[in-house]
Each structure stands twice: as structure tokens, then as C-alpha cells.
């Protein structure tokens, strides 16, 4: 086969190409620090990354759904405290009324306190973070108590959050366990039975077991809120965890070794410059230049 000197002269500009495009490749990952700009760089590490990253999109929506987990249980936890401390003071009240000391009128002044305490309570269970009722279950655009309409909700759904794979937490406390539980009475109705003896001067000393009823209801809920609360803590370590490996294994997949690509750049720059001195030798005189 017979080789002309535009033969010589394309093969020569085709490999000056080639060179051009190595020396793009090794700036591209020097400037970005990744393996690849496109998938069509490495389509393996392409679908691999896709595949590390949404593992990693899922980890960072759990933690944010865990955030969402501590903002309910904190808050409720905080509520039914203030809770118990409510119904203690009831309590206290009604062992000072069911002493013969009191008369009618001392009475009916413990009855008035006792009455803006169950308000105190109301308020309570009405506790919202944001426009979200904490104490209705599923509803929480409507308020489990109204007092003027003598309307308390005692729903039982859950409140469920996925804070891991397949893995729901109740996050909520139900008003039916909180203001009920396992009482014939609800809070409310036993304060105003309550109230109603004070002011007809009654013996209100029976009152003091369905108290202490309540406010063990009360802690038990705060226990059972606390165990699942030191479960969300422990998942959020581990997603903690997760999140690291998640954050490596996509490093390992797509981060460019620095090392190598200097060395590889300053190999392509050497081996460009040697193509350049060559071509310039490939490239003979011809008959414009006599004619110069």
C-alpha cells in the first residue's frame, strides 16, 4: 500500500486529537476530583453511584423523619409532666377539703382553684407544635378537648413515622390512654364531680384513690412514651452510622485517586509534547515552501 504524505498528516492530527482528549480527561478529574463528568465516562460507576446515593437519599429522610419523631415525643413528654404536676396539686387541694377543718366557704375557694386547674389541663391536652395537635391521634388539625361543649376525644389511632427500613414508631400519645386509661371517668368528668361536691360542701375523700389513678395513668403513658423514645434514640445512632458508610462507599465509587491522575496527566503532557515534536518532523516541505 502506498503511504502519501496526507496520509501521514491525518493519522498525525487523529492521534494529536487523541492526545488532546487524554489531557481533557486527566483536567477533568483533577478539577472535579471525581472519576467520571458524564456516565458515559464509566457506565458501571454511573449505575453504581445512582444505586449508593439513593441508599444514602433514603438515610437522610429518615433522620428527617426522626427529627420529626423527637419534636412529638419531647413536647408530649413535656405536656404530660406538666400534667402530673397539675394533678397533684388537685390532689393536695382535695386532702386539704377532706380535712373537718374546712368549712363551706373554704371549700368552695379550693373548688376554684380545682376549676382553673382542669383548665390547666384542657390547655394541656390541646398542646400543639406547630398546627399540629399532639393528643388526637390521626386528627391533629381539631383540638381533643373542648370544655365548652363538653367534647373530649378519645381516639385511639397511632401516629406512625418510618424512621428505617420497614421499621414504624408510634410517635404519639392517644387521648384515651392519657385522660382515660382504665378509669370509669375521664380527667374532666372526675374534676367536675369533684367540683360539684366541693361547692354542695360534700365528702370528697373518695376522690383521692381515682386521683392517684390518674396520675399513675399518667406516668405509665410517660413510661410507655420514654421506652419508644430510647428506641428512636438507638436507630438514630445506627442510621448514624449508616450514613457514614453510605458516604464512603460513594467516595470509594466515584472520587478520583489524586495521586494518579497527576502522574497520569504528566504522562499524557510528556507523551503530547513528543507527538508535537514528531509531527512537526512528519510534516515535509513541500513546493510553496521553495517558492518562498
Not at 496526507?6 to 492530527?13: A, E, K, Q, Y
Not at 376549676?115 to 383540638?143: P, R
Not at 365548652?148 to 410517635?171: C, M, P, R
Amino acid at each position: 500500500m502506498r503511504v502519501t504524505q496526507t496520509m501521514l498528516t491525518n493519522n498525525m492530527l487523529r492521534n494529536l486529537s487523541n492526545s488532546y482528549e487524554r489531557l481533557g480527561k486527566y483536567q477533568d478529574q483533577l478539577n472535579t476530583q471525581k472519576k467520571i463528568t458524564k456516565p458515559s465516562d464509566d457506565p458501571v460507576i454511573a449505575i453504581k453511584g445512582m444505586r449508593y446515593r439513593t441508599d444514602l437519599n433514603e438515610i437522610e429522610q429518615y433522620k428527617r423523619n426522626l427529627s420529626e419523631a423527637y419534636t412529638w415525643m419531647e413536647s408530649s413528654d413535656d405536656a404530660m409532666d406538666k400534667m402530673t404536676q397539675a394533678l397533684q396539686r388537685v390532689r393536695e387541694l382535695t386532702v386539704q377539703a377532706s380535712t373537718g377543718t374546712n368549712g363551706p366557704d373554704e371549700k368552695e375557694n379550693i373548688a376554684v382553684e380545682i376549676k382553673q386547674l382542669k383548665e390547666h389541663i384542657a390547655t394541656i391536652a390541646n398542646t400543639k407544635v406547630g398546627n399540629k395537635h399532639l393528643f388526637n391521634g390521626t386528627n391533629t388539625t381539631d383540638a381533643p378537648v373542648n370544655l365548652a361543649g363538653n367534647q373530649i376525644s378519645l381516639s385511639t389511632n397511632d401516629v406512625l413515622l418510618e424512621v428505617s427500613k420497614n421499621v414504624h414508631i408510634n410517635v404519639n400519645v392517644k387521648p384515651n390512654d392519657l385522660l382515660k386509661g382504665s378509669n370509669t371517668n375521664d380527667i374532666f368528668t372526675e374534676l367536675d364531680n369533684l367540683v360539684n361536691d366541693l361547692n354542695s360542701d360534700g365528702d370528697v375523700s373518695s376522690y383521692l384513690d381515682s386521683l392517684d389513678s390518674h396520675m399513675t395513668n399518667v406516668i405509665a403513658v410517660r413510661a410507655d412514651l420514654g421506652a419508644r423514645y430510647n428506641r428512636i434514640e438507638l436507630i438514630d445512632d445506627r442510621l448514624g452510622s449508616q450514613e457514614v458508610i453510605a458516604n464512603k462507599i460513594i467516595s470509594e465509587n466515584e472520587d478520583a485517586e489524586m495521586e494518579k491522575v497527576i502522574i497520569g496527566l504528566t504522562t499524557a503532557e510528556a507523551v503530547h509534547r513528543a507527538s508535537l515534536g514528531i509531527g512537526s518532523r512528519i510534516i515535509q516541505p513541500t513546493l510553496m515552501d521553495f517558492l518562498r
